[in-house]
């Protein structure tokens, strides 16, 4: 179980990352935290011929507040610099919240938040949460810098809209609502492993509790995050009663197709799919 | 041997482990530590096919590559490739059919399970060795794999051994009384279908070996992972045509065995020496974890068909099983684990009739060897649950309908009328079971949980279940061990033995058993395993022996020590033998301790450099002692556990575990304790957590701990432990093994528990492993 | 593994299952196949590289026979392809049905995979089976227009 | 095949430095372990799940065997080798007296994981430990007596 051979490169500039990527065609690959990649290079199943260590990146690395309020996250930064941000505790509870369910210590000192989200691992919990917040994804590429609305960003398995030659540089988490209430679930077979079903929500009550918007997004059930878009709109100016909670659920489950594999067969996907969704809308009932 | 004085003794106290400080630090020697200079690097080419002819084979390119020093298939070996040996002959039971086919070093004509070695390569590194493995171009004609237990009987499936008719490695039957008839006039008759499925041992240090060949010397150095260094030595010195004395085999620090450390010979064992002697250089292979999923040896696949006869009270009037057992491509163990599932089936009871009959079957999966409880798990499940279910069926309460059928404590020593695995009749030394239970019940509040707590649980609405089963294991059996206990002329104690340790503690309860006849303490004792230039005789650490056979071995050559430290300051103090005592390093005169000499003193005394010594005279305050059982000893047990179910996302939690163990004599609780606790967590993975799945083409779908999950310390509970003590009359430290036995019972306890928890709406759970997967079905229907 | 599901192509039975016929089309089906030929004895062989998230540059030899021809309503797709991370063999029974002038694709296909991508891959597996399928099919059905 | 490309990389491993030229895709435990000869560091599984190769980077646990030895150019390494003084650390003596190994190889890094998180957590509960732990495996021991030396290290580090 060792790496094949490969060429390296330690940019010290996004600008040099990228023409090293452009460069490097097909076979390069971008290494941030690498605790997905490196794993599967152990294994011989991924072998670029170029691997591209964003490691020196401090450019890419913090969190800040934006003017117009929310947070912008540099990608670089380590899944333990947002779980221990009192940044992120404050603006987006939900992201503090989620932190703890991401593998193990050890993992989420090297991993980055760019780096889970371009990998787009339909198990991840990350895609999930920045669904529901409606995140906003800064890229960069020899044509220069766009920006890609979360829901624009996966587009299938392990496939996001970032072209071969872009980087992520930033994640832009909107401000969000006041008096939004949000929650994440999960069910995995062992603590940190990856989620047999895990599902993210937000809910933004009116002063009466009637819900004027809600979002919910589903992981470890498709080929990427999953949005419950029926149940989404159906809790549309309802208050969460037990029935519009059952209701939310059955839908969320409904109009999935999940995978199957040796730990959950689609149908229990299925069903813990309903149940996390209902707890997570009981726990965000005002 | 007539000894003097009150002999001291340090059996039953939880010493701290001589061990610790090496492995704490870093410094303990494991065999990937080992660095040589010019040390070249193993990988191999494995079959991704599980049946197959192996066609043809393309080296050229792999040969070719830069670093690579040489690449070898099965063809290159000449005359040295030959299968392994038949390492356990069945034993003398009448009705026993057998056919044998063991390993090969590479494959030849024929792949017979996916990770079968074909190709290996020798390089500058590791990883180019791997990069050189990916060259090799092998050519297989896929042949229909026999994926399943059942499959492999099946008309028509294809033969793996071709010399052979059919699957079946073996048929045996034993019998005592007459089954049928005593079933015939049974108030009760339950007949079920149980399975157990695959799981693997995952030791955290994969299998290694290092092999130095000295060409001036003409001798090889062998480090090797394994739980037997004697008998492999033996056997290579065999195979390479090198006497035995010049063939080097040591055990370094082991990361944990668990039962396939000590299969032999894997190929790679046979392998990496002929290489070292072919290139005159080291070569060091070490298994990754991937291959371990495939090259290392597993357990537990078995299917049994049977029936328990009671009485209108609940009393066993006999037990009828037929059972599968898997043994995948290669059955070099013979008949331990199924005669060991046979044999453990009978537990803690009394069974006047009993018809066993199993058939042991190759399948195209990794080989089956014994893995940390060896098939006994099998025989308790089906025991226990059988019980479970008559007392359902009876409306007696689960522990009664047990207590019932113990045997009673005047029963023993009991002769079952069957051959055990060490060939020996499964006679039980010594056992009292009813104090056992009744512990255990008061440990875990079994009434309590069910007048109280249990209807405050269901109150709230939450899925709680208790379980308790009993089990016995036959521990500690032969042939023998031995031990070289010296006394060094500082003062210091060493001890030598073959038996190697993977984690059990043997240089501390090996030294407890020594320092007290010796009146030191164990810190004052070095002892030395695994080693085979240190210890000449011996077999291994297997079948929950050591303390047993080498512990015994151990202290009888203290006590022999402890006679000529006693001749020999009898004459330097000029005092009567009678009068003397040791204590604290030194040996006084009883009543005067002015009049003292210190253990170092003597033993330079009885190694004189000039002088004359009485004619006869040994050198040295030495002796070498060795014990071999007359046959195994049984330890027995309780297990009890309070488990709570999430029906709504079929996650469990083990809310209480309790384990009231018989071991005979404790020498270090602590130790025993820590056995028991690392026994019971392998069960807990055995029942929820670890399964080896293989898809219908025989191909491993979880061969990574990503997929393939052992418990972790969330999934463990803490463990309450209390001790029974019936010691064993058949070894003079009354010692029983422990190795294996918090293993053996997890699995029909995790089944008792859930069933109570999940209440009469679910169906009968006769399967293991569970997982949510399976429980969710279970709970919702396929 | 078992991959049952279903493609609505926007052109005509008879252009779908003529077009599958051809390499070119065919490939397509295939995603990540670099060449594929047809050979005289009526089998296509070629090479693709499966790339899918951790997985880059899978190299597979495949080889595909076309049986059971039922023009043009069904056809069977006997596969199998073979590379360093293993292998994949097994069949795909294809159902063509018209849907007004456009043609609907039934499949079933039954995959024994073998080697490493089978032992530490398995959590993708079937998401991988779906998803290149559909892939592929897409593109054959962009190829037809 | 023409020669690999190299890499000169340096830095601080347990309060020495080092400074070596390695092949970029050299992992980082077989750097500690093979180069530098630091074999306390254990492999068990390659691919980040047994934990038995956690070491300190820049004093934060991480797995030796998911990162390149490039990777830790320019950083400060521990080991376990670094863990004792003059005498054993806390957590090194808890784990003698509580019996918290018996074969001892997943034993390294748990300890390297443990000095970052008793650094974090002074006073853990039961629960926090068993998650902190969940992060390593270990076969042998069943993590009871784990448990309780992780409880002993911090008392004997808090007091």
Redesign the interface.
Known sequence: MKPAPFEYARPGSVTEAIDALSEGGFGAKLLAGGQSLIPAMNFRLAQPELLIDLGNLDELRGIRECEHGGLMIGAMTTHREVERSELVARHTPLLAEVMPWIAHAQIRNRGTLGGSLAHADPAAELPSVMQVLSAVLHARGPDGERTIPVDDFYVGLFTTDLEPDELLTAIEIPPIAAGSRCAFEEVARRHGDFALVGVAVIIEPDEDGAIKGARISLLSVGEGPVLAERAMEGLVGRTLSDEAIRAAAREAAEDLDPPDDIHASPEFRRHLAEVLTARALQRVRV | MTTTGTIGSLIGESAPRNEDHRLLTGDALFVDDVHLDGMLHVAFVRSDYAHGYLRHVDLSEARAHLGVIAVYAADDLGDYWAPGPLLVPPPPIERCEFRSATQVPLAKDKVRHVGEAIVMIVAESRYVAEDAAALVEVHIDPLPPVATTEGALADGAARIHEQFDSNEAAHVVQEKGDYEAAAAGAAHRIRRRFKMDRGASAPMENRGIVANWDEQGGELTVWDTTQAPIPIRNGLARMLGLPERQVRVIAPFIGGGFGPKIMMFYPEEVLLPWAAMQLKRPVKWIEDRQESFFATTQEREQIHDAELAVDAEGRILGVSDSFLCDTGAYNPYGLTIPINSQCTLLGPYAVPNYWSEFRLVFTNKPTVTPVRGAGRQHGVFVMERLLDLAASELGIDRAEIRRRNYLPPDAFPHDHEILYQDFAPLVYDSGNYEPALDKALEMIGWDQFKSELRPAYEAEGRSVGIGIVSYVEGTGVGPYEGARVTIQTDGRVCVTTGVGTQGQGHFTSFAQLVAGPLGVTAADVDVITGDTAKFNWGTGTFASRGAVVAGNACHAAALAVREKVLMTAAAALGADHEELEIADGSVHVRDAPDRAISLGDLASLANPLRGAVKPGTEPGLEATAYFGPEHGTTASGVHAMVLEVDRETATLNILRYVVVHDCGTVINPMIVEGQIHGGVAHGIGNSFYEQLVFDEGAQLMNASFMDYLLPTATDVPHIETAHVTTPSPLNPLGIKGVGEAGAIPVAALFAQALEDALGSDVGEILEMPLSPNLLFKLLHGD | ?LIESEFLFSASRERVYEGLQSPEILAKALPGTERLELLEDGRYEGEMVVS???????RFQVSVELVDLVEPESFTMIVGGKG????V?GRADIRLEDRGDECLMIYRADL?????????????????G??MSQ?GLKAVNKMLQ | MDEPQHVNISGMVNGSRFESEVEPRLLLSDFLRHDLQLTGTHVGCEHGVCGACTVLLDGLAVRSCLMFAVQADGRNLTTVEGLAGDELHPIQTAFHEAHGLQCGFCTPGILMSLVPFLRDNPDPDEQQIREALSANLCRCTGYQNIVAAVQLAAKKMRA
């Open positions: 593994m899918v998230g951790p997985v880059t540059a899978a360093k991370l293993g292998f063999e024994g995979i073998g080697g490493r991508v089978a032992s530490v891959g398995q959590r993708l597996l079937d998401s991988v779906k998803a892939r």
